[in-house]
C-alpha cells in the first residue's frame, strides 16, 4: 500500500496534487511520501516485535538526508556500504551504534572513518578484508565489533545481476569454511566477534530461500557457540522483494516474514538485524515526467519523455517493469492504446517500456513511474549533461525540495580546464 492515489481525478502525493509540484519544482522529478516510508519501516518493527532487533534501512536504496532523518528519527538502524553513506547516516543524526557497515570492498580509510565516528557493526566478507580491519582497529586502540557474512550458497530465484547468495557470486564466505574463519577472527587483537551476517539477494518473491538461508544460519550459530564464540547477534540481511504491477505479483508480507524469523532463529536468543531497502522506500516513491513529444513512428507510437535511463536506469539496467501513470486520470471508459516509452538519451536502451497501454496521451501531459522510490535517485547520473533528478518530500498537505535540481552553472563548474589547455 502506497499514498500515491487519484483524488478528484488527479494524481496526488498524500494530500498534495503532483501537478502542483510539477508547476512549481519543474520535470522530472521524483517524490517521496512520508507516510509511506513511516509505514513500511513499522511494519518490520512490528513483524519482528517482540524479539530483540534493529531495523537498518539500507541507504543504497535511498539516501537523500530528510528520509534518512525521517528514519532514523523513528528508530531505524541504518545499513551503510561505503564510508560516503556512512557519513550520510551520522549527517542525519544517526547514531554509530546503530549504523552496519557491509559491503564486499571497504577499503582502510572507510574503516577508520567509521571506527573514528562509531559503529555498532561491520559485516566483513573475506580474510584479507578481517586481517585489515583488525590492523587499523588495533592502531586506534579499538576492537572493531564484527559480524562475518556467510554465504549459504541458496538460490534467491531472482535477477542475476542482484542474486548474491550462491556460492558463484562475490559475496560472504563459503559456509562450510565459517569454523576456521571464526576461529581466526577471535584470534585477532583488533576484532570482536558479535555474530553472524548473511544477505542472499534482493527483490525477493518468495519466502522459501530466506527460509533454507536462516535454517542454516541457526544451524551455524549452534556450531560456532560450541566452538566457543559468543554469537550475540543474527544480521539476516534485506531483499523482500515488492509488487511493480498492481496485478499478478503478490510478494510475501512483512508479517510472513517476521513470522519465518521467529521460526527460523527466534530461539536462539539473539538479537536480530534487517538490512530492507526495497520494501521500505520502493513504493515510497514515484518519478514524474512530461510528455516532450508524441512521435508516430512505424506501426507504432512513441511517447516521448524529459526523463530518461540517465533519471531511472532501472528498465535498461534489469529490464525492470515500472507501472506509468498519467497524472490527469482517464475518464471512465477511455480506451488505451499501445506506446512505446522513451526518454530523449541517445541510446535504444534508453527505453521505458515497449507497448504499454496508455489513454491518448498529447504533448505538456504528466506521467508517473510508479514504485520508483528505491534504486531510482541513487542510480541517477549526468549522462548526457542532464543535470541530476531533484527529489521532492510530501507529508500531508505540505511538501519540500529536498535536493534541488541543479543549474547548468553548477553541472559546468564541477568541471576544469588546465592552464595549459
Ligand atoms: C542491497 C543490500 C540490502 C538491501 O536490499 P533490498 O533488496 O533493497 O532490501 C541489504 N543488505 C545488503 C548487504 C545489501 O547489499
Given at each position: 500500500?502506497?499514498?500515491?492515489?487519484?483524488?478528484?481525478?488527479?494524481?496526488?502525493?498524500?494530500?498534495?496534487?503532483?501537478?502542483?509540484?510539477?508547476?512549481?519544482?519543474?520535470?522530472?522529478?521524483?517524490?517521496?511520501?512520508?507516510?509511506?516510508?513511516?509505514?513500511?519501516?513499522?511494519?518490520?518493527?512490528?513483524?519482528?516485535?517482540?524479539?530483540?532487533?534493529?531495523?537498518?534501512?539500507?541507504?543504497?536504496?535511498?539516501?537523500?538526508?530528510?528520509?534518512?532523518?525521517?528514519?532514523?528519527?523513528?528508530?531505524?538502524?541504518?545499513?551503510?556500504?561505503?564510508?560516503?553513506?556512512?557519513?550520510?547516516?551520522?549527517?542525519?543524526?544517526?547514531?554509530?551504534?546503530?549504523?552496519?557497515?557491509?559491503?564486499?570492498?571497504?577499503?582502510?580509510?572507510?574503516?577508520?572513518?567509521?571506527?573514528?565516528?562509531g559503529i555498532r557493526q561491520f559485516n566483513v566478507e573475506s580474510e584479507p578484508e578481517m586481517r585489515a580491519l583488525s590492523e587499523v582497529a588495533s592502531s586506534m586502540g579499538l576492537?572493531?565489533?564484527?559480524?562475518?557474512?556467510?554465504?549459504?550458497?541458496?538460490?534467491?530465484?531472482?535477477?542475476?545481476?542482484?542474486?548474491?547468495?550462491?556460492?558463484?557470486?562475490?559475496?560472504?564466505?563459503?559456509?562450510?569454511?565459517?569454523?576456521?574463519?571464526?576461529?581466526?577472527?577471535?584470534?585477532?587483537?583488533?576484532?570482536?566477534?558479535?555474530?553472524?551476517?548473511?544477505?542472499?539477494?534482493?527483490?525477493?518473491?518468495?519466502?522459501?530461500?530466506?527460509?533454507?538461508?536462516?535454517?542454516?544460519?541457526?544451524?551455524?550459530?549452534?556450531?560456532?557457540?560450541?566452538?566457543?564464540?559468543?554469537?550475540?547477534?543474527?544480521?539476516?540481511?534485506?531483499?523482500?522483494?515488492?509488487?511493480?504491477?498492481?496485478?499478478?505479483?503478490?510478494?510475501?508480507?512483512?508479517?510472513?516474514?517476521?513470522?519465518?524469523?521467529?521460526?527460523?532463529?527466534?530461539?536462539?536468543?539473539?538479537?536480530?538485524?534487517?538490512?530492507?531497502?526495497?520494501?521500505?522506500?520502493?513504493?515510497?516513491?514515484?518519478?514524474?515526467?512530461?510528455?516532450?513529444?508524441?512521435?508516430?513512428?512505424?506501426?507504432?507510437?512513441?511517447?516521448?519523455?524529459?526523463?530518461?535511463?540517465?533519471?531511472?536506469?532501472?528498465?535498461?539496467?534489469?529490464?525492470?517493469?515500472?507501472?506509468?501513470?498519467?497524472?490527469?486520470?482517464?475518464?471512465?471508459?477511455?480506451?488505451?492504446?499501445?506506446?512505446?516509452?522513451?526518454?530523449?538519451?541517445?541510446?535504444?536502451?534508453?527505453?521505458?517500456?515497449?507497448?504499454?497501454?496508455?489513454?491518448?496521451?498529447?504533448?505538456?501531459?504528466?506521467?508517473?513511474?510508479?514504485?520508483?522510490?528505491?534504486?531510482?535517485?541513487?542510480?541517477?547520473?549526468?549522462?548526457?549533461?542532464?543535470?541530476?533528478?531533484?527529489?521532492?518530500?510530501?507529508?500531508?498537505?505540505?511538501?519540500?525540495?529536498?535536493?534541488?535540481?541543479?543549474?547548468?552553472?553548477?553541472?559546468?563548474?564541477?568541471?576544469?580546464?588546465?592552464?595549459?589547455?
Amino acid at each position: 500500500m502506497d499514498h500515491f492515489l487519484y483524488r478528484n481525478g488527479s494524481l496526488h502525493a498524500e494530500e498534495v496534487p503532483l501537478s502542483d509540484i510539477a508547476a512549481t519544482v519543474g520535470t522530472p522529478f521524483y517524490c517521496y511520501s512520508a507516510a509511506t516510508l513511516e509505514r513500511h519501516y513499522r511494519l518490520f518493527t512490528e513483524a519482528l516485535t517482540p524479539l530483540p532487533h534493529l531495523v537498518c534501512f539500507a541507504i543504497k536504496s535511498l539516501s537523500n538526508l530528510a528520509v534518512l532523518k525521517l528514519l532514523g528519527d523513528l528508530g531505524a538502524g541504518m545499513d551503510v556500504v561505503s564510508a560516503g553513506e556512512y557519513l550520510r547516516a551520522r549527517a542525519a543524526g544517526v547514531p554509530g551504534d546503530r549504523i552496519v557497515f557491509s559491503g564486499v570492498g571497504k577499503t582502510r580509510e572507510e574503516m577508520r572513518i567509521a571506527l573514528e565516528g562509531g559503529i555498532r557493526q561491520f559485516n566483513v566478507e573475506s580474510e584479507p578484508e578481517m586481517r585489515a580491519l583488525s590492523e587499523v582497529a588495533s592502531s586506534m586502540g579499538l576492537r572493531a565489533p564484527i559480524a562475518v557474512r556467510v554465504n549459504p550458497d541458496v538460490d534467491a530465484r531472482t535477477h542475476e545481476k542482484i542474486a548474491t547468495g550462491k556460492k558463484e557470486n562475490k559475496f560472504g564466505i563459503p559456509i562450510e569454511r565459517a569454523s576456521e574463519v571464526y576461529a581466526e577472527a577471535a584470534a585477532l587483537p583488533g576484532l570482536e566477534v558479535m555474530g553472524i551476517d548473511v544477505h542472499i539477494g534482493s527483490q525477493l518473491t518468495e519466502l522459501e530461500p530466506f527460509e533454507q538461508a536462516y535454517l542454516k544460519v541457526a544451524e551455524l550459530t549452534g556450531r560456532l557457540r560450541a566452538e566457543g564464540h559468543e554469537i550475540r547477534r543474527l544480521d539476516l540481511g534485506g531483499g523482500l522483494g515488492i509488487p511493480y504491477t498492481r496485478s499478478n505479483e503478490a510478494p510475501p508480507l512483512p508479517t510472513d516474514y517476521g513470522a519465518l524469523i521467529k521460526r527460523t532463529v527466534g530461539h536462539l536468543g539473539c538479537e536480530i538485524e534487517i538490512e530492507p531497502g526495497r520494501l521500505i522506500s520502493g513504493n515510497s516513491g514515484v518519478l514524474v515526467s512530461r510528455v516532450i513529444y508524441v512521435k508516430n513512428g512505424e506501426g507504432r507510437d512513441f511517447l516521448i519523455l524529459d526523463a530518461a535511463m540517465n533519471d531511472l536506469v532501472r528498465p535498461s539496467m534489469y529490464g525492470a517493469h515500472h507501472d506509468i501513470v498519467p497524472l490527469a486520470e482517464a475518464a471512465p471508459g477511455t480506451e488505451s492504446q499501445p506506446y512505446d516509452v522513451v526518454g530523449p538519451v541517445c541510446e535504444t536502451g534508453d527505453t521505458f517500456a515497449k507497448a504499454r497501454a496508455l489513454p491518448p496521451m498529447a504533448e505538456g501531459d504528466l506521467v508517473a513511474f510508479r514504485s520508483a522510490g528505491a534504486y531510482g535517485a541513487v542510480m541517477a547520473s549526468e549522462y548526457n549533461s542532464r543535470p541530476l533528478v531533484p527529489e521532492v518530500l510530501v507529508r500531508g498537505d505540505h511538501f519540500a525540495v529536498i535536493r534541488a535540481r541543479p543549474t547548468f552553472d553548477e553541472m559546468l563548474g564541477r568541471d576544469s580546464i588546465p592552464e595549459w589547455l
